[in-house]
């Protein structure tokens, strides 16, 4: 082979790898051209939550809630202290109020009323336990009821009963409290490293 011909074959062969090393490049833009995408797509999504929470930027460059969410937070901590402080007065005004039940007099006498649970707690039907004491079935429905604390003159009486409150659910609003409270600076690390990586890029958005 020539020296002519070894020079063409050696610069032939310099321009395949450079194709080659063009395509690669290409690749490279088109993943940074999509990595950048996606970023511009996360940063959106956090201004999302900064309207959302109307969140603002502070003079240290890190974001903050928006004051009502802390005012609507602190009513529920006053509803929980308000609650707990009535749960410890209901025992106190139980025990100075008797309750009254509310509803006409039961036509039934306490020995008719033990018979009537006795009956029923060997699983007697309430039709069955009126046929075999004489009462009427209403009045069989209503002491079973008032045993049972299901039945509407019962539960309607001047006993103050306390507040339920759900541990679980109390538990719950605590860690989301949490998570809440970190999202300001999680939002605003996360903003600031995909402007960062954006810049950094030198990726324009056209090609």
């Not at 202290?81 to 109020?97: F, G, M």
Request: charged share 35%; glycine share 4%.
């Amino acid at each position: 082979m020539s020296d002519d011909e070894t020079r063409i074959a050696d610069l032939e062969n310099e321009i395949k790898h450079r194709d080659r090393r063009i395509l690669e490049l290409k690749r490279e833009v088109d993943e940074a051209q999509t990595l950048i995408a996606e970023m511009r797509e996360q940063v959106q999504d956090c201004n999302d939550w900064i309207e959302a929470f109307e969140m603002t930027l502070n003079d240290e460059g890190t974001y903050a809630l928006a004051p009502w969410v802390a005012k609507l937070e602190s009513y529920l901590d006053k509803y929980n202290a308000l609650a707990a402080q009535w749960n410890k007065l209901i025992p106190k005004y139980n025990a100075a109020v008797a309750p009254q039940g509310i509803g006409r007099p039961l036509a039934a006498s306490e020995a008719q009323q033990s018979q009537v649970l006795a009956m029923r707690k060997e699983g007697k039907s309430l039709r069955a336990i009126a046929a075999k004491t004489g009462l009427s079935p209403r009045t069989v429905r209503t002491i079973v009821g008032k045993a049972e604390g299901t039945d509407r003159t019962t539960k309607r009486t001047n006993e103050l009963r306390k507040l339920e409150l759900n541990r679980a659910n109390m538990a719950a609003y605590r860690a989301r409290k949490r998570a809440r409270d970190a999202l300001p600076k999680q939002i605003t690390e996360l903003v600031n490293r995909g402007r960062d990586l954006v810049k950094r890029s030198g990726v324009s958005r056209a090609r």
